[in-house]
Nanobody, 115 residues
Framework: QVQLVESGGGLVQPGGSLRLSCAAS????????MGWYRQAPGKEREMVAT???????NYADSVKGRFTISRDYAKNTVYMQMNSLRPDDTAVYYC?????????WGQGTQVTVSP
């Protein structure tokens, strides 16, 4: 099964920026999608941004214009640049990989936006 290793979370003040990274390894199909979901305390996990192997990108309305997802296809790595962060962006962010067989999840990285 595809394994995912995330990095880049942390504590940042409102209006600040963070960059998340996620490296995938092991049995990657050429046709796939990678991306980020998040889960805040007491809330359901929600999609933040996804990008397919063909370059199709999808964002949640709440992050459009502030977050940018990108991929390094040679490194099987997905990135998410998060700008203009707000307190309601505070959550555990999970990297995900999906192909025709299954969906894999990373261990999660905490992002906290607080003064």
């Amino acid at each position: 099964q595809v394994q995912l290793v995330e990095s880049g979370g942390g504590l940042v003040q409102p209006g600040g920026s963070l960059r998340l990274s996620c490296a995938a390894s092991g049995g990657i199909f050429s046709i796939n999608a990678m991306g980020w979901y998040r889960q805040a305390p007491g809330k359901e996990r929600e999609m933040v941004a996804t990008i397919t192997s063909g370059g199709i990108i999808n964002y949640a309305d709440s992050v459009k214009g502030r977050f940018t997802i990108s991929r390094d296809y040679a490194k099987n790595t997905v990135y998410m640049q998060m700008n203009s962060l707000r307190p309601d962006d505070t959550a555990v962010y999970y990297c995900t990989y999906r192909d025709s067989r299954y969906q894999s999840w990373g261990q999660g990285t905490q992002v906290t936006v607080s003064p």
